[in-house]
């Protein structure tokens, strides 16, 4: 594996605290008031790598459909991963594409679910939820069996989910279950949906890392 050190992939590697989402981020990269540990991590790097095998295992429509291979080529030179602490991003010319969490299941940014909702599958939040989604807050349960809310697929705990807000067409957010769907019916509190990343959040403005 390759390490590009200068240029602009080594730009782009190096705006990835910038644009990481702050959940994936350690405590003293998220919070400024938490003391920065005297040992850091290594400096982001950018490797040429290939496609993510997890991606066809995790999102099965995207092979089955052809799109896989259009949105993260296997082997193309375009195609580069960027890590920084526990967060990965798979860009491709620069725009990100998938990011992933230490060894945690990758998930499309919002603006490749966009293009293809039919890749994930999804959650509706009722409205009383859709300001603190919005502002990088986790689902809670009642958010997602409320009048309005709707949760369209069956999931399981720890499984990536798509979330919309109730009355829109596309996703505000991207997470993961922390329960299943019918425990988030039979429990109905605490928290339903872990976002990863959401509408306006560093990832969603970071067209692309040059």
């Given amino acids: 594996m390759l390490v590009v050190s200068s240029g602009p992939a080594a730009a782009a590697a190096a705006a990835l605290v910038a644009v990481a989402p702050r959940r994936l981020l350690p405590a003293w990269a998220r919070d400024p008031t938490t003391p920065?540990?005297?040992?850091l991590p290594p400096p982001p790097k950018l490797n040429e790598t290939k496609q993510p095998a997890s991606l066809a295992s995790t999102y099965p429509w995207l092979e089955e459909s052809g799109v896989l291979d259009v949105l993260v080529p296997k082997k193309d030179p375009a195609l580069a991963v960027a890590k920084c602490g526990y967060v990965q991003v798979a860009l491709v010319d620069g725009e990100p594409r998938f990011f992933a969490d230490r060894d945690g299941p990758w998930?499309?940014?919002?603006?490749?679910?966009?293009?293809y909702p039919q890749m994930m599958k999804r959650v509706r939040a009722d409205r009383g939820a859709i300001k603190f989604v919005l502002s990088g807050a986790n689902v809670m349960c009642?958010?997602?069996t409320s009048p309005g809310a709707t949760m369209h697929d069956e999931?399981?705990?720890?499984e990536p989910v798509?979330?919309?807000?109730?009355?829109?067409e596309e996703a505000m957010a991207v997470g993961v279950m922390a329960l299943s769907t019918a425990d988030v019916r039979s429990v109905n509190k605490g928290v339903g949906v872990e976002l990863t990343h959401w509408l306006n959040d560093g990832l969603w403005k970071a067209k692309a890392l040059t």
């Fill in 36 to 39: 920065t540990p005297t040992r």
């Fill in 107 to 115: 998930f499309p940014t919002l603006r490749v679910l966009h293009r």
């Fill in 142 to 144: 009642p958010g997602l």
């Fill in 155 to 158: 999931l399981g705990e720890g």
């Fill in 162 to 168: 798509a979330v919309y807000a109730e009355g829109a």
